[in-house]
């Protein structure tokens, strides 16, 4: 059972370190910390995404600042009670780690595969110039009945086809982790800058319905 939930959520990124490690939470007296990885586009751009490792996989201690580091796992969401609300808050959870010389153009540095339920309406849109866009939140399922919750946005041929998907459908999507800043509104003068995670599609599948006696699955 857990073997095969693990599949239907994995992600591999590639990058330099550029934080210290900051506590998150302890579970059975195992510790767990967030470090942010600095990953490369194809573009002259990059992503920061958090990693959240476990004190027995890595020495937290130490500065590893500047480090290059390959890093699999999960993309995990969790919600953070703030403002009077829950905030969606996203990291990756490494279950492997290993340190290497350098990462090379042609090394595949953020790639994610999640297989889940959409939980909300797509919402689709095209931009003043025309292009077209869909949002799609998956729910992917842990072991113990817990599930994730993570945000997906889709481009062009992807975007037109997404916006049919409905709750409850089942689809497979291939991408990568990008970070977004935007601006969050706090009050008539107040402003804070944040910055958001989200999964690239570059494919997805949409999961064709087992049918089974008396109805679908």
Not at 154 to 165: L, Q
Request: charged content about 30%.
């Amino acid at each position: 059972m857990t073997d095969k939930v693990i599949e239907n959520n994995q992600v591999t990124v590639m990058g330099e370190i550029v934080s210290d490690f900051t506590f998150s939470h302890e579970i059975f007296g195992e510790g767990f910390y967030v470090m942010d990885v600095k990953v490369q586009r194809l573009s002259d751009s990059y992503d920061v995404i958090p990693v959240m490792t476990s004190e027995r996989l890595i020495d937290v201690n130490v500065d590893y600042k500047g480090a290059l580091i390959c890093v699999t796992g999960q993309f995990r969401s969790y919600n953070r009670h703030e403002e009077r609300r829950n905030r969606l808050v996203l990291s990756v959870f490494a279950r492997e780690m290993e340190f290497v010389d350098e990462v090379e153009e042609s090394a595949k540095s953020n790639q994610i595969f999640l297989d889940g339920y959409v939980c909300k309406p797509p919402i689709y849109r095209k931009t003043p110039l025309g292009r077209e866009i869909a949002d799609v939140l998956l729910a992917v399922n842990r072991p113990y009945g817990k599930s994730d919750y993570i945000p997906c946005i889709c481009w062009g041929r992807n975007a037109r086809y997404a916006g049919g998907f409905q709750v409850g459908d089942r689809c497979m999507i291939w991408g990568r982790i990008q970070s977004r800043e935007y601006v969050k509104k706090l009050d008539e003068e107040t402003v804070e800058k944040r910055v958001a995670f989200e999964v690239s599609v570059s494919k997805l599948e949409l999961c064709v319905r087992e049918q089974v006696d008396g109805g679908e699955l």
